[in-house]
């Protein structure tokens, strides 16, 4: 049967061992499982790449921050010249 389809003895051979002691039901659970398995590690490879981007975000506003805080702290310490004189 599977010659007539096309599929290759190699093939047949593997689907056997794979699954040759199974019923219906049981490849049936194996195969949702298999399907649960890379949906979830889909998601978790987007989540991964969101933290990156948020972790990058903060990287950047925290730089930014630190450039305006002495920035700040440069023209306060003019003023406190400019005061003083």
Known sequence: MAREQGVSKHTTYAWKAKYGGMDVSEAEEVKHLRDENSRL?????????????LQSVIRNKFELLCQLFAIYQHRSDYQDVEDTT
Do not use: F, G, I
């Open 41 to 53: 590690k889909k998601l978790v490879a987007d989540l991964s790449l969101d933290k990156d981007r």
